[in-house]
């Protein structure tokens, strides 16, 4: 698979990433394993998780996953949204939490802390469950400029890419809340991941400020019938040629789905 050098960084991604939010809808270990060494195997060396993705559950995954060879793959993990407040990372428990949140929105809201102290926390806890000394995109998780003290991020930021934690860090968020961020031109802004289609164009706004698009999703979650009617191959290669200095983020619970999408990406 082609690879690419994300503007603004020296990180180079294959343009198809894997997102790893679903992963654990799987029930057995050797399931979601088999997964992630599928995605491996057709050529994607980027996955994306996060803290809140199976309340932690995802990062376990993707660590088991990476161990021993971490160096031939690249990971984003993000702060600022968190598991709800007394969450089991026990895979029953979680399970049983997300199947009550359908009737109980509350159970599964993530828990949403902006401070540096947090971030943290979570940072050097995401690095144990990688099993990894280091990420290379850290990203805010859907931030608010309102609410973020992005002086006191930057710096802290700053820091921990020079005790080598990070690589680089940037934003990850839906349009209309990243848009207010890029419009100020603040530095937070290093790297932007957000939500895109090939009828909206939503992450338009990143190309009216001169940049180019980096990570992008949703090409295929905004046309939910895309895989059943075999359009998918389709929309992904138009996806690649919308953002084609960037990489293409794609989930799945099916590995038989991977290669055929893989394969628009050499």
Request: with cysteine; proline share 4%; glycine share 8%.
């Amino acid at each position: 698979m082609k690879k690419v050098v994300i503007e603004n960084t020296d990180v180079q991604v294959s343009r198809i990433a894997f997102g790893t939010a679903s992963l654990h809808h799987l029930f057995g270990k050797r399931q979601r394993q088999r997964l992630l060494e599928t995605a491996a195997s057709v050529g994607i060396t980027h996955f994306d998780t996060a803290p809140y993705y199976g309340f932690g559950l995802a990062e376990n995954d993707l660590g088991d996953f990476l161990h021993g060879r971490r160096a031939a793959f690249t990971i984003t993990t993000k702060v600022g949204l968190y598991p709800p407040r007394g969450a089991s990372r026990n895979r029953c428990a979680v399970w049983s939490r997300k199947a009550l949140g359908k009737f109980y929105p509350g159970m599964v809201k993530p828990r949403i802390d902006w401070s540096v102290h947090w971030a943290a926390t979570s940072l050097n806890a995401s690095l144990r469950r990688l099993k990894t000394d280091y990420v290379d995109f850290l990203l805010l998780h859907e931030p608010d400029i309102g609410r973020v003290n992005s002086d006191e991020f930057l710096s802290w930021l700053e820091r921990e890419k020079r005790h080598g934690k990070i690589r680089c860090w940037g934003l990850a968020g839906l349009p209309e809340l990243l848009e207010r961020w890029l419009a100020v031109n603040h530095p937070l802004t290093q790297v932007l991941q957000t939500r895109d289609s090939l009828d909206r164009h939503e992450a338009d706004f990143i190309l009216r400020h001169g940049r180019q698009l980096q990570l992008t999703y949703g090409y295929l979650s905004s046309r939910r019938g895309a895989v059943q009617t075999g359009s998918a191959n389709t929309l992904i290669r138009q996806a690649l040629i919308r953002n084609p200095q960037g990489s293409i983020l794609l989930a799945t619970r099916w590995p038989e789905r991977l290669n055929p999408l893989a394969e628009l990406a050499e």
